[in-house]
């Protein structure tokens, strides 16, 4: 069973363009989490979505967007990029994230660099 | 609200040494956890959770934690490090109720010494 997959996994941008960065789950999951991962802030939730619908959110500026399409494929963008948004940017998928015990799969992330 | 706090950022052990990562949580209702092993250039990977079933959870490539409610604690251990132990570990906590969110601790990098 193939798992979490995350393109492209590494990326080079100048401040101010604009980056898409795209998910597949585990098939079968439904449910697709994006975070954000730092050496200085570590692990941080962006949003969650479930068919279709952004279900849960963590506090990143509006810069910060996503969408997921029928086929539970996922995809996030950030524009008017910012050297600060220079990190690993990690998906995560579940089965459908309705119990909070649901395991979450994470891809291996895709590296941005900003400069 | 909970959160989990991770106790050292580096942690060094002998190969063949006990492993002891630290993990306490804070939340205000029965909580989920989870330990989560990062090896180099890759995502994270699972090794255990507790969803209340045992207070002893037994993972993958020999680690358990076990969950001390006294103690707020779920603290991870192996008996006898491996060199391809290294790597970093991330304790985690979703709530059981209301929409699910993950939050992560800032991690404990694990280095064994040869």
């Known amino acids: 069973k193939a798992g979490v997959t995350q393109t492209p996994r590494y990326l080079i941008k100048t401040r101010g363009q604009q980056v898409t960065l795209s998910c597949s789950p585990i098939?079968?999951?439904?449910?697709v989490s994006w975070y954000q991962q730092t050496p200085g802030q570590g692990l941080q939730f962006l949003f969650e979505?479930?068919?279709?619908?952004?279900?849960n959110k963590g506090n990143f500026p509006g810069r910060f967007s996503g969408r997921q399409f029928s086929n539970s494929r996922s995809e996030m963008n950030v524009s008017t990029l910012e050297l600060g948004d220079s990190a690993l940017y990690l998906c995560?998928?579940?089965?459908?994230?309705?119990?909070?015990?649901?395991?979450?799969?994470f891809g291996e992330g895709s590296w941005l660099t900003v400069v | 609200a909970q959160s989990v706090t991770q106790l050292g950022s580096h942690v060094s052990v002998s190969e063949g040494a006990l492993v002891l990562l630290r993990c306490n949580y804070s939340s205000s209702v029965p909580p989920y956890l989870f330990w989560y092993v990062q090896y180099p250039n890759q995502g994270l990977q699972l090794l255990l959770k507790?969803?209340?079933?045992?207070?002893l959870v037994k993972g993958i490539n020999g680690f358990e934690a076990e969950f001390k409610k006294s103690e707020t604690s779920f603290h991870l251990t192996k008996p006898s490090a491996h060199m391809s132990d290294a790597a970093e570990y991330f304790c985690?906590?979703?709530?059981?109720?209301?929409?699910?969110?993950?939050?992560f601790g800032t991690g404990t990098r694990l280095k064994v010494l040869a």
């Open positions: 507790y969803t209340s079933a045992a207070t």
């Open positions: 995560a998928s579940s089965l459908d994230g309705r119990s909070s015990g649901n395991t979450i799969y």
């Open positions: 985690a906590v979703t709530v059981r109720s209301g929409t699910y969110k993950y939050i």
């Open positions: 979505y479930f068919s279709e619908t952004q279900r």
């Open positions: 098939s079968g999951h439904r449910s």
